[in-house]
């Protein structure tokens, strides 16, 4: 009898459109699925992972393990492949019988459709198959012309990893995450008119392959039921999906920055303006961490695109944790004795 295939889903979709948050709201909500996860993250700390562990994956409200958490450090998934991916999912076919689900949420700027292809190798294709490739689409960005929340800090951050395609319009990136998925969220639809979204679905399903469909949501709230069990074993059909990137080779390289700064803060508003001064100064294009406030029980979450700055409590300190406040800031000739001198005098 031959064993049964892990399904897994791709997340992709661009720096702000939401899929962190998707992912948050499906581990939260997995129904007894025990979901391996693959997370992209570049920087010296891995915060996205942080935030996944914060969410309880590992273990369920009975302490039973239900889940493993993978970081992919430097390197967008689809361009590491060969270094890093294999020996992954090595492990996690070692582990089969004790998953349910694969989910993989690439870098903003990977490319899908080699993420894809690799599950075409032997070795992954025995026991792993692609339920689907699920796009998510920041839909107030599109209603505005654009396809991110932040066109320019999304560019900033294709030059900021030297392992993504810096040459080709932004545009076409988000056209071929289009181009290979089999279902899109239209995300953040709250407060938006009908028009306007009307306006988004058809710039949408210009790029989409027939038949793809959209789903609205808001705060990444999709019933897992929706998301997962597609079935659509796309490493079968991926060749089909014609993208802007099919005959390329090689990528181009350029370097980036990633600053850890440690700091001292008493109030949250003060660091928000700090941080906001700081990116006006500074070519920052992303700052993420994690921030103790005197008498907080809760561990704060900064997060950063350009100069739009979000804070949320995510989980209680542990017990025995250290309590202290680190960011990491990245961008292009940074300094990180010069952030943190100007940050520290900024907070005292």
């Known amino acids: 009898m031959q064993t049964r295939k892990i399904p897994a889903t791709i997340v992709t979709g661009f720096l702000g459109s939401g899929k962190t948050t998707l992912l948050r709201h499906l581990l939260t909500n997995a129904k007894g699925r025990r979901i391996a996860v693959i997370v992209n993250e570049f920087g010296e700390l891995g915060i996205d992972g942080e935030l996944l562990k914060g969410c309880g994956i590992g273990c369920d409200e009975e302490g039973e393990e239900n889940g ?88 900033a951050q294709r030059r900021a990893d030297d392992n993504l395609d810096h040459d080709s319009p932004l545009h076409e990136l988000f056209e071929d995450q289009l181009a290979t998925a089999d279902l899109v969220i239209v995300h953040k639809t709250d407060g938006m008119d009908a028009a306007a979204l009307q306006g988004v679905e058809a710039a949408i399903r210009a790029e989409t392959p027939a038949g793809v469909k959209l789903v609205h949501a808001q705060h990444g709230r999709i019933d897992p039921e929706v998301l997962l069990g597609l079935e659509r074993a796309v490493e079968d059909v991926i060749d089909q999906r014609k993208t802007h990137h099919d005959e390329e080779e090689d990528h181009d390289h350029d370097a980036f920055d990633s600053v850890s700064v440690t700091l001292d803060v008493s109030d949250r508003e003060k660091l928000q303006r700090a941080l906001v001064a700081l990116v006006q100064r500074h070519e920052i294009y992303r700052a993420k961490g994690f921030v103790a406030l005197p008498g907080a029980a809760m561990r704060l979450v900064v997060q950063g695109v350009g100069q739009r700055f979000d804070s949320y ?9 250290a309590r202290s406040t680190r960011l990491v800031l990245i961008g292009d000739h940074l300094d990180g004795a010069v952030l943190q001198r100007e940050l520290s005098e900024a907070l005292a």
Do not use: Y
């Open 313 to 321: 409590f995510d989980r209680a300190w542990r017990a025995g944790e």
């Open 68 to 155: 493993q958490l993978f970081e992919l450090a430097n390197g967008c998934l689809c361009c590491t492949v060969q270094e890093e991916f294999a020996p992954v999912m090595e492990q996690l076919a070692a582990r089969r019988d004790q998953i349910d689900h694969l989910v993989i949420e690439t870098s903003g700027l990977a490319l899908p459709k080699p993420l894809v292809q690799a599950f075409q190798w032997p070795a992954l294709r025995s026991v792993f198959t692609v339920d689907s490739v699920i796009t998510v689409v920041d839909a107030p960005a599109v209603a505005a012309g654009d396809f991110a929340d932040d066109p320019v800090a999304v560019d």
